[in-house]
């Protein structure tokens, strides 16, 4: 697909298109999630020539990130805002928002770009109204604007995923070979599956669409699919050069973490429902109750009246996804649905045109048929926009955790002793306090020893990311803590101990509390489990703050305890 193809001069597609960019760019300022920072981090390895083989999953992203940071750079060197990469280092170690915002940014893109090429879909293999309906209907996903707002590889996988979905279109309806198609098919395919592993399903799409083409049986052609081959190899390579270095541990490693999925918790403590349940629920809360039953329709409207191929390719990858991603009660999240968007947005929009031209043909007076076709568009449509105004709004103000920082370096001296509901290795959920030396020599010393016993911590920390503790000793800044980490709440003592050690301040995640206080917690980590709940009724504990979400500031709740000695 050229950039001439895939902006042609179509008006409903730039408005459209304007429309998504906006959705997506507004707020992007107060966006912040844990996972971010893995990607940031994992990209300025990439920058510095590290390889990380121990964790080879959502490369493709990471490479593109670490090209624009290396911009970046070079851009700052230039106009003298850094004067080589160990001043780019210590810059950034303390002050990471300009790195988040290129990620931020290149999602934004990534997710504009997947509405264009849905409604280029749209409009080449169904007709105007399909193209029009289906991307708006993913335009005002929420859940896909939340995803193109964050320095993840999320939106960038639609946005492969829709140009794999495009491509395999072109090779099953296409009268002649176009080595280009094929070529590009497994291209595109090979970096989403790069990209996430959960776009695996992709080759039974390539597949059907092999199948059902009618050149590539009319002229056998080995060499059109081999050059598909090629290219899908190509693009495994492209998305993850380090693949040469070590093919054997790749696939250690997507057995693993498949494995992990079905097996492992997240974070120790699985979710209530299982996937099959949530994400209908996550779709529900998104798009609302109509296009939820819609969405059921179009799936019985794709098997019963659709085109047979386009059909059968459909309804193959989406039925062979939902029941991989949705077996799981350990990883469930909304983000897994981002894959299956392309192929539900397109199903959903062709079977309302398909039920709208049988009213049409049904209807004795054209206002009849307007106002039917107003109505189902209003049903389809005003869910959605709420929900995304309402996620534009949570975005106006600050993050909780941004609002509880202030709080704190306003009421809590420097260098108090704090325990803080924080990461394994970096803070990425609480709030963004400064850890002071003796916090930070903590956190290095005990990442050497993990490392000289041949742990490397959550696959990131090895020693050559012991540069960045050395890096925070070095930029200490005035208003820093002594901060001890729960590591996601895996790691307390009892109150006791914290009193007889000195800790003054308890910084904790009301999420994190429920979590670790539920029934799954009370029966498998009882210790831990006593702990959170000891802040309720241990009367040496003061509640000093509650920081909470509102309608403008999202976040999680943060909870500001005192210490009573």
């Not at 510095?48 to 060197?77: P, T």
């Not at 497994?186 to 990209?195: D, E, R």
């Not at 992709?202 to 699919?225: C, D, E, G, N």
Request: net charge positive.
């Amino acid at each position: 697909m050229t950039v001439r193809t895939l902006f042609p001069r179509d008006h409903k597609l730039y408005a459209i298109v304007v429309l998504a960019f906006v959705l997506r760019l507004w707020g992007v300022w107060n966006v912040t999630t844990t996972d971010e920072y893995n990607e940031v981090f994992e990209a300025l390895r990439v920058c510095s020539g590290h390889l990380n083989l121990e964790r080879w999953g959502k490369r493709f992203y990471l490479y593109i990130l670490s090209v624009e940071y290396g911009i970046f750079y070079a851009i700052g060197w230039v106009f003298g805002q850094f004067q080589n990469p160990l001043h780019f280092a210590e810059k950034v170690v303390r002050d990471l928002e300009p790195l988040l915002m290129i990620g931020r940014l290149t999602s934004v893109v990534a997710g504009t770009l997947t509405v264009a090429v849905i409604y280029q879909t749209g409009k080449r293999f169904f007709n105007d109204h399909v193209a029009v309906i289906a991307a708006l209907l993913l335009s005002v996903t929420a859940f896909h604007i939340d995803l193109s707002q964050q320095a993840k590889v999320d939106a960038l996988l639609g946005l492969l995923v829709s140009l794999s979905l495009y491509y395999a279109l072109k090779i099953m309806e296409a009268d002649r070979l176009q080595s280009k198609d094929y070529a590009l098919c497994g291209l595109f395919a090979a970096l989403a599956i790069q990209t996430k592993m959960s776009a695996l399903p992709l080759l039974i799409t390539v597949a059907v669409a092999l199948y059902f083409s009618h050149a590539v049986w009319r002229s056998h052609a080995k060499r059109s699919v081999l050059v598909l081959v090629l290219c899908f190899l190509i693009g495994t390579i492209l998305g993850n050069p380090a693949i040469l270095l070590s093919p054997l541990s790749m696939f250690q490693y997507m057995f693993s973490m498949t494995r992990q999925v079905y097996t492992e918790p997240v974070n120790v403590v699985p979710v209530e429902t299982i996937g099959y349940v949530a994400y209908p629920i996550y779709l529900y809360q998104s798009l609302g109750a109509f296009n939820l039953l819609l969405m059921v329709c179009s799936l019985v409207y794709s098997y019963h009246w659709a085109q047979k191929g386009r059909s059968i390719l459909f309804l193959s990858f989406v039925t062979v996804y939902y029941l991989l991603v949705g077996a799981s009660i350990n990883l469930v999240s909304p983000y897994y649905l981002i894959p299956l968007l392309p192929f539900i947005t397109l199903m959903m929009a062709d079977c309302i045109v398909g039920i709208l031209d049988r009213l049409k043909l049904k209807a004795r007076d054209v206002r009849i048929e307007r106002a039917c076709a107003l109505l189902v568009l209003v049903f389809m449509f005003i869910p959605p926009a709420w929900s995304v105004f309402n996620h534009g709004m949570s975005l106006a103000g600050e993050n909780t955790r941004y609002v509880a920082k202030e709080w704190i370096e306003a009421n809590i001296p420097p260098g108090s002793k704090v325990l803080m509901d924080s990461g394994r290795s970096f803070n990425s959920s609480a709030p963004p306090i400064a850890e002071n030396r003796a916090s930070i020599e903590r956190m290095l010393d005990y990442a050497k020893d993990n490392i000289s016993k041949g742990k490397i911590l959550q696959a990131i920390v090895d020693k050559n990311a012991l540069v960045y503790y050395e890096l925070l000793l070095k930029t200490v800044p005035e208003k820093s803590y002594d901060i001890t980490s729960t590591l996601f709440g895996l790691h307390v003592e009892t109150v006791d101990y914290y009193i007889a050690n000195g800790y003054q301040y308890f910084i904790i995640s009301q999420e994190r509390k429920d979590n670790r206080t539920g029934e799954y917690a009370r029966k498998n980590m009882p210790e831990i489990a006593d702990f959170y709940e000891s802040l309720d009724t241990d009367e040496r504990i003061r509640l000093l703050r509650t920081i909470s979400p509102t309608a403008i500031n999202r976040g999680d709740t943060f909870l500001i305890y005192k210490l009573q000695s």
